[in-house]
């Protein structure tokens, strides 16, 4: 399990940045893309919430004067994500779930049940898809979720936690789970 970020080191990072180094620009990137990407990956097609992760961060780090708490740059990057993201048209909700291409290194089987559950995880409200997905899917921990989102560490396994009973009972696998449990 990887640990959280202390907000001074995000602080630094993000003043730095505001002084124009480059390599602080590369560590807010990499430290914060994931959450950038979740939040897009929970509305639009995998190669689209690529595209909308690049364009977010070009708007945020136009803006990083406008950043009044440079250790909340989490969610404030979120903020500016969640505003990003195109408008979830039924029509192009219907295209994102039919356009996401092959998981890399994943069989056919694989990459249908793996886009099955991300169907199911995009119906979930906000506040579970976000958290779900960067676990899921970004592979980020508890304390690393925490400390990018803003989050307590306990509003996140509560998120998590919920989430993943909302997305067991969206896949039909809620009863599994009980029935080995009394068995």
């Given at each position: 399990?990887?640990?959280?970020?202390?907000?001074?080191?995000?602080?630094?990072?993000?003043?730095?940045?505001?002084?124009?180094?480059?390599?602080?620009?590369?560590?807010?990137?990499?430290?914060?893309?994931?959450?950038?990407?979740?939040?897009?990956?929970?509305?639009?097609?995998?190669?689209?919430?690529?595209?909308?992760?690049q364009?977010?961060?070009?708007?945020?780090?136009?803006?990083?004067?406008?950043?009044?708490e440079?250790?909340?740059?989490?969610?404030?990057?979120?903020?500016?994500?969640?505003?990003?993201?195109?408008?979830?048209?039924?029509?192009?909700?219907?295209?994102?779930?039919?356009?996401?291409?092959?998981?890399?290194?994943?069989g056919?089987?694989?990459?249908?049940?793996?886009?099955?559950?991300?169907?199911?995880?995009?119906?979930?409200?906000?506040?579970?898809?976000?958290?779900?997905?960067?676990?899921?899917?970004?592979?980020?921990?508890?304390?690393?979720?925490?400390?990018?989102?803003?989050?307590?560490?306990?509003?996140?396994?509560?998120?998590?936690?919920?989430?993943?009973?909302?997305?067991?009972?969206?896949?039909?696998?809620?009863?599994?789970?009980?029935?080995?449990?009394?068995?």
């Amino acid at each position: 399990m990887k640990a959280a970020i202390p907000p001074e080191d995000i602080a630094s990072q993000v003043q730095d940045a505001r002084h124009g180094s480059q390599a602080a620009f590369a560590w807010l990137y990499r430290t914060f893309a994931p959450l950038v990407h979740a939040i897009h990956l929970g509305m639009t097609a995998r190669t689209r919430a690529e595209d909308l992760t690049q364009e977010t961060f070009v708007i945020a780090f136009g803006k990083l004067d406008q950043l009044r708490e440079p250790a909340r740059f989490g969610p404030w990057i979120a903020m500016i994500a969640r505003r990003t993201r195109p408008a979830a048209a039924p029509e192009e909700r219907e295209l994102a779930d039919g356009d996401d291409p092959p998981w890399p290194g994943a069989g056919p089987e694989a990459s249908a049940q793996a886009n099955e559950a991300l169907r199911a995880i995009r119906d979930l409200p906000e506040a579970y898809r976000e958290t779900l997905i960067l676990r899921l899917v970004e592979g980020l921990s508890g304390p690393e979720i925490a400390s990018l989102t803003g989050l307590t560490p306990q509003s996140v396994r509560v998120n998590l936690h919920r989430g993943m009973s909302r997305l067991r009972g969206a896949l039909g696998i809620a009863g599994r789970q009980e029935e080995s449990a009394d068995g």
